[in-house]
Structure formats: C-alpha cells, structure tokens
C-alpha cells in the first residue's frame, strides 16, 4: 500500500470520530491532521487499536497528558471528586459544548457506554486498565467511574487519559468502526463490528447508511465488499434471534 493511501485513510478515521468542542488544549479546532505511516492501519476499536497512535489522534480523551512536561490536565473532563471515601467511584464533569463529530453532544451515557465498551472488551489492552471495571451515567455532563479496589487520584486520571485506550470517547454507535473498517478492506471484522453496533443501538438502516456514506472516500469496491459482508451478517443474526 502506498504511503499516499494511508494518509487518506487516517484522515478519514479522524475527521468521523473525534470529539471536538470550540476550544483544546492543543491550539486552534478544526482541520485535518495527516499522518504517514508506511503500513496499515490495522484497528481503530478503542480496546485493540494498531497502532495505538492512530486512536490518540483520531478520538480525544477525557484527560490529557502534557506533551511538554507529562503532567494530567483537563481534557473532555475539566474537573472530578470521589464520590466516597474508599476512593473507588470517581465522578468526571464535562468541558462544556463538547460534541461528536455528527454534532451530537457529548453526555453522561455517551461517556459511560464508550468507557463500558473498552472495559468489556476481549484483548490484550483492556486488562490495562485494572483495576477500573464499569462506568454509568451520573447526569447530562456527568460519568461515575467504578474502581475493583481503591485508587489514588492520580493513577485514576492516569488511566483515564489515554494511554491504555480506555479514557478515549468514542460515539457510542460506533459507526467509526465500521467506516474505517471498511476503508481498510477488513472484511474479517466488519461482521463483528455489526454486532457491536447492534448493541451499541444502531438500527440495520444506520448500518447500511453509514457503510454508503464510505463510498466516496473508500471506493466503490471496499463499500461493495463491506455491504455484502453486513448483509449476511444481518441475515445471520436475524436468524438467530427468530430461533
């Protein structure tokens, strides 16, 4: 694959995933952000990327690392407190006017329904962030984040920042799964990103939809292969639920 191509699939990942508000920490909003690479992209699923940069480009994070001195900073989260005294429910508040790449805000169960994605996930990276364990909303701007066993503040916003995949929000219908999936030519897991979406909410519409939309950018060929892929699998799992 030429370096090219790459670039032209990472600049399709970012620009359908990320969060983005009207200020960052990293300067001015808006713009593509290219990156060459000389392989492939392999995963943008929070909970296996490969390789991992691509995800720290391509979603923000509920706390950010400095790149100048590695101090915790605000990021989607501006402020947390611990919700009880064994420090093993750790509440974030949101930056204000956050919102998903198709403008919908950001939320508490937004937040919660990606956090419970990455921590429910097979793969060698969730088990990164132990001892974390389930996240659920705890109001519009809210996400309380559970903890097995207790933890001091600062290795709970270490974990959240990032650097496992676990702080990464990411739309919770995951439709950027399936659209960088299928810029990919990665036709082996397209079937099991549906599922994800399924559970996620999307309706087989939104699916179809959204595997449409990639034909600009991916080719006719790619989309093609992606719908006849989510077609058997939607078959399959409708037959499945009627037995």
């Known amino acids: 694959m030429s370096v090219k191509t790459t670039r032209r699939r990472v600049a399709l990942a970012s620009g359908v995933s990320a969060v983005s508000s009207g200020s960052s920490a990293g300067g001015a909003s808006g713009g593509t952000l ?3 690479v000389s392989g492939d992209l392999l995963d943008l699923d929070t ?7 691509f995800c720290s480009v391509a979603y923000d994070s509920l706390i950010h690392v400095s790149p100048a001195t590695g101090e915790l900073q605000p990021g989607l989260a ?14 974030l508040t949101f930056r204000q006017g956050a919102k998903f790449g198709d403008g919908t805000p950001l939320d508490g169960q937004a937040a919660a329904a990606s956090l419970n ?16 364990q389930k996240a659920a909303a705890a109001g519009p701007d809210k996400v309380d984040v559970q903890s097995a066993e207790p933890v001091s503040t600062h ?5 959240l920042a990032g ?19 299928t810029a990919l030519g990665r036709e082996d897991a397209i079937a099991l990103h549906i599922e994800v979406a399924l559970r996620n909410g999307l309706t087989t519409d939104d699916i179809r939809e959204v595997l449409l939309h990639t034909t600009p950018d991916a080719g006719v060929p790619l989309a093609r292969g992606a719908v006849l892929v989510a077609e058997e699998a939607l078959e399959r799992l409708a037959t499945e639920v009627g037995e």
């Open 155 to 159: 290795h709970a916003l270490y974990l």
């Open 163 to 181: 650097q496992s995949g676990v702080g990464h929000v990411v739309d919770p219908k995951s439709c950027i799964n399936l659209a960088s999936l």
């Open 34 to 36: 290219t990156i060459s």
């Open 47 to 53: 909970a296996n990327c490969v390789p991992l940069v």
């Open 117 to 132: 994605s990455y921590l429910q996930a097979p793969g060698p990276f969730a088990s990164l962030s132990y001892p974390l």
């Open 78 to 91: 501006t402020s947390w407190e611990w919700v009880d005294k064994e420090h093993r429910t750790f509440r």
